[in-house]
């Protein structure tokens, strides 16, 4: 089975960058992998999502323009570059893997694997 591990949160300042990685235990050539986070008290939300098919990206309203989502299919890795980040970011961020042909981060039970999760902190 497929297991994820997710790295590269930390504490950041308001306007700061982060780089978070998802690895996985082997190729992810065909697996959507998507991005999603939990903030305290509130419900999990999609992020972002990356296709295996032509590696197609989408991203929620509230990251558009912010970050970037990308995959390294050599290095079974896909990132997410999170620039000019907000206090309102701040949340556990888990990646996941999906078999679909085309999945967006809204439709989270078409995730089947999911990371454990990194902490990302926005403050000053």
């Known amino acids: 089975q497929l297991q994820l591990v997710e790295s590269g949160g930390g504490l950041v300042q308001p306007g700061g960058s982060l780089r978070l990685s998802c690895e996985g235990s082997?190729?992810?050539?065909?697996?959507?992998i998507g991005w999603f986070r939990q903030a305290p008290g509130k419900e999990r939300e999609g992020v972002s999502c990356i296709n295996a098919e032509n590696s197609s990206t989408n991203y929620a309203d509230f990251v558009k323009g912010r970050f970037t989502i990308y995959r390294d299919n050599a290095k079974n890795t896909v990132y997410l570059q999170m620039d000019n980040l907000k206090p309102e970011d701040a949340a556990v961020y888990y990646c996941?893997?999906?078999?679909?042909?085309?999945?967006?981060?809204?439709?989270?039970?078409?995730?089947?694997?999911w990371g454990q999760g990194t902490q990302v902190t926005v403050s000053s």
């Open positions: 082997y190729t992810l050539d065909y697996f959507a």
């Open positions: 996941a893997a999906s078999l679909k042909l085309l999945v967006t981060a809204r439709s989270q039970t078409d995730f089947t694997s």
